[in-house]
């Protein structure tokens, strides 16, 4: 069986302004959906997009929901709840309990994110023990509506980056 997992960024607080979210439920549709057999776990505001937008794919029970909250400024953005690592550590989690794949196999996954997220994220969906491939023709753009100030413009997400890289490692997640 193969899992998609997608990565929110830079989502807005009002979901009819386009905004990144928009970009990778496309890619999602264009690319992921068209894959036989293949499951999509998405995290909550590109799996919401995706029920406002396109109910038929959830019918079919091809895309799932993976609940962990959202990385924000308010809880700190941090290493917690809604950061990556706790997202792929869940998608990990439903994709056991899907019974496709047992502990001692490699997980292959491919992962869904923003162009400037996907360093990070293959380099935790590795620690996590997945066998990751990064999808093909990844959203590039920023929105500056984005409610993450860190999702706004390049500087600010490698900013945000070199900052989160030692409590990050700290705490055992890159």
Request: aromatic share 8%.
């Amino acid at each position: 069986m193969l899992f998609a997992i997608v990565l929110d960024f830079g989502y807005t607080r009002d979901p009819t302004i386009p905004s990144t979210i928009h970009d990778l439920g496309e890619h999602v549709l264009t690319y992921e959906a068209q894959t036989r057999g293949s499951i999509i776990l998405a995290q909550s505001a590109t799996y919401a997009h995706l029920c406002r937008q396109h109910p038929d794919l959830v019918h079919t029970g091809r895309i799932k929901e993976i609940r962990v909250g959202q990385s924000s400024a308010e809880n700190g953005g941090g290493i917690q709840d809604g950061d990556t690592y706790h997202v792929l550590r869940e998608a990990q989690r439903m994709i056991l309990r899907h019974n496709c794949t047992s502990s001692e196999k490699p997980m292959l996954v491919t992962l869904v994110a923003h162009r400037l997220h996907m360093p990070r994220a293959l380099r935790q969906a590795r620690l996590l023990g997945m066998s990751p491939i990064a999808a093909a023709y990844l959203p590039t753009k920023l929105y500056r509506e984005a409610e993450q100030w860190w999702c706004r413009s390049a500087f600010l997400w490698y900013l945000r980056e070199c900052v989160r890289y030692f409590p990050l490692k700290l705490a055992k997640q890159i």
